[in-house]
Structure formats: structure tokens, C-alpha cells
């Protein structure tokens, strides 16, 4: 991991921020513990071998860029707020990040199919699969950090899609966990498509 490079990504989002509502006001002193801790948290449950992902509602980076920052795994930033691409485009430049960014809906994105998807804070897991699905790979894995409704978003994703979900809790928040979601089937077909 790659602290200074790190820290210096969230000194950015903490100077862009009060122009562009990268995070709210209050969590402007604590974009290390809530943003980037948070982010990191995805680290342990990456494949090995995996180079490449996509991340889908950037916004200001999180958790898409700390990954690529941290990991060296080539990420495409899908984020359809231009002055919050904007800001990713240029916080790359910077850091020397691997990363490149789509300045479009995720709906609309044309992707080359990635062996990890990443979001937060995007949709209910449901509307999520549906996003993710086109953008992600045979047999590879999806990585949604989730709040304390994540039991009951799995039971609802689950009248419409068949996958394979991990639940690990978080060691930062005990309300909070990730789910590794993979093997995204919508119900009624037999390959992964889009509802
Ligand atoms: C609540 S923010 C979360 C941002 C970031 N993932 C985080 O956890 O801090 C959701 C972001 O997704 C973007 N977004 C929402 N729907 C989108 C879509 N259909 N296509 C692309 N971006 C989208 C919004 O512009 C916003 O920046």
C-alpha cells in the first residue's frame, strides 16, 4: 500500500470539496477514516490475479481509486457528474494513478467486461446487479461495501437474480460489512444479462 500517495489523494478530495460536494461538510476532517479505511477494506477480498476492475459511481474516488492507488490494478472510474470526473481525471494526473474515467451513465458506458466491479454508496443491491452485470466478466467477482440493510437487500436481490454472496463484517463499523457477489444470473434466463 502506498500511505503518502494515500494521503495525499485525500488532501485532494479535501481541497475540491467545499467547490464540488466531493464528501459532506462533516465528513471533511475525516476523509482518511470514513473514505479511505473504508475503501481499503475491499483489499482483502480481491482475487489474486486479478489487473483490471471497474468501479461504478465514483463520485469522488471512493472506493475506486484508493483500490487502484493501493493495488496497482488498472481501474476504469465510471461517474456521471462531469465536475466530479473532472476532478478524478485530474486527481489521477497527479497521483500517477491507474486509472482512467468515463464521464457517462453506467448504462450507457462501453466496456471491455472486468474480472472485478466495485461500487459504493450506488443503489440497492437489486437495481446494483443490474447495473453491474453487463460490465462484469465471466466468472468474476463484485465488491459492494453495504450498510445494516444488507440482509435485507440480498433478500430482495434474490427474487431476481441467482448469485453466488459472501458476507464479511467490516472491522471498522459493526453495522457495516462487504458483499462478494459473483456468478450474477437474472431469474428466468440461463446467462448473465441485464433485467
Ligand atoms: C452517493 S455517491 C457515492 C460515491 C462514491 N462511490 C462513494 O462511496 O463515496 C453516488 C455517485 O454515483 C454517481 N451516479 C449515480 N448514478 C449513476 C449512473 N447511473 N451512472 C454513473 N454515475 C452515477 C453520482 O453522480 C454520484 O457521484
Known amino acids: 500500500m502506498n500511505e503518502e500517495r494515500l494521503r495525499q489523494f485525500a488532501a485532494l478530495v479535501a481541497k ?16 482518511w477514516e470514513r473514505h479511505v479505511r473504508d ?6 477480498h480481491i482475487p489474486a490475479g486479478v489487473t483490471r476492475a471497474i468501479d461504478l459511481g465514483s463520485g469522488a474516488g471512493f472506493p475506486g ?7 496497482g490494478i488498472e481501474f476504469t472510474l465510471i461517474e456521471s457528474d462531469t465536475r466530479k470526473a473532472a476532478f478524478l481525471m485530474e486527481a489521477a494526473r497527479i497521483l500517477g494513478a491507474p486509472v482512467r474515467v468515463l464521464n457517462t451513465r453506467i448504462e ?20 446494483l446487479l443490474g447495473l453491474a452485470a453487463p460490465h462484469l466478466a ?8 453495504k450498510g445494516r440493510g444488507a440482509e435485507v437487500e440480498l433478500t430482495a436481490a434474490r427474487a ?3 448469485m453466488e454472496a459472501e458476507r464479511f463484517a467490516s472491522s471498522l463499523d459493526a453495522e457495516a460489512c462487504i458483499l462478494k457477489v459473483s456468478q450474477i ?7 448473465a444479462a441485464a433485467p
Do not use: Q, Y
Open 160 to 162: 431476481v437474480w441467482h
Open 185 to 191: 444470473r437474472h431469474v428466468g434466463t440461463s446467462k
Open 39 to 44: 475503501s481499503l477494506e475491499l483489499v482483502a
Open 65 to 71: 481509486m484508493v483500490l487502484a492507488v493501493a493495488t
Open 16 to 31: 475540491w470539496s467545499p467547490r464540488i460536494n466531493l464528501v459532506s461538510k462533516g465528513d471533511l476532517p475525516h476523509i
Open 138 to 145: 465471466e466468472n468474476g467477482v463484485c465488491l459492494f461495501p
Open 108 to 127: 450507457a458506458a462501453k466496456t471491455v467486461p472486468a474480472p472485478l466491479v466495485t461500487a459504493r454508496a450506488l443503489a440497492p443491491l437489486d437495481k
